[in-house]
């Protein structure tokens, strides 16, 4: 078992007062107004180069995320997505998805193209 692992939350000791409330309401506010909370950007899969090929490869052989994860035997689904949204991930990873989808990766030589 640990034991250096924190497990309450740090508080004053004791109640606060009604000012002391509305000093850190106030405070709050502050930080709110100078700091707004911004919506998360909304990714989109990849439509073309080999991340749309992995997805639409997955898609034909009616898996999804997590179950292309667990044939690959990789850590979560969340490799397939990121994969397939074009973001960076081990090439180990990226190698046992496409063989997981019976695909082979190659390289080609773009003088050749």
């Given at each position: 078992?640990h034991?250096?692992?924190?497990?309450d939350?740090?508080?004053?000791?004791g109640p606060?007062?009604?000012?002391e409330?509305?000093?850190l309401?106030a405070?709050?506010?502050?930080?709110?107004?100078?700091?707004?909370?911004?919506?998360?950007?909304?990714l989109?899969?990849?439509?073309?180069?080999?991340?749309a090929?992995?997805?639409?490869a997955r898609?034909a052989?009616?898996?999804?995320?997590?179950?292309?994860?667990e044939?690959?035997?990789?850590?979560?689904?969340n490799?397939?997505?990121?994969?397939?949204?074009?973001r960076?991930?081990?090439?180990?990873n990226?190698?046992v998805v496409?063989?997981?989808?019976?695909?082979?990766?190659?390289?080609?030589?773009?003088a050749?193209?």
């Amino acid at each position: 078992m640990h034991e250096n692992k924190i497990t309450d939350r740090v508080s004053a000791p004791g109640p606060i007062s009604d000012e002391e409330r509305q000093r850190l309401q106030a405070i709050r506010a502050k930080a709110k107004q100078e700091f707004p909370q911004r919506e998360p950007p909304h990714l989109q899969p990849a439509t073309s180069g080999i991340g749309a090929q992995i997805r639409s490869a997955r898609e034909a052989q009616g898996l999804t995320w997590n179950s292309l994860a667990e044939k690959a035997g990789v850590p979560g689904a969340n490799v397939v997505r990121d994969i397939e949204y074009g973001r960076e991930v081990t090439l180990a990873n990226f190698e046992v998805v496409v063989a997981a989808l019976g695909l082979k990766l190659e390289l080609v030589d773009s003088a050749s193209r």
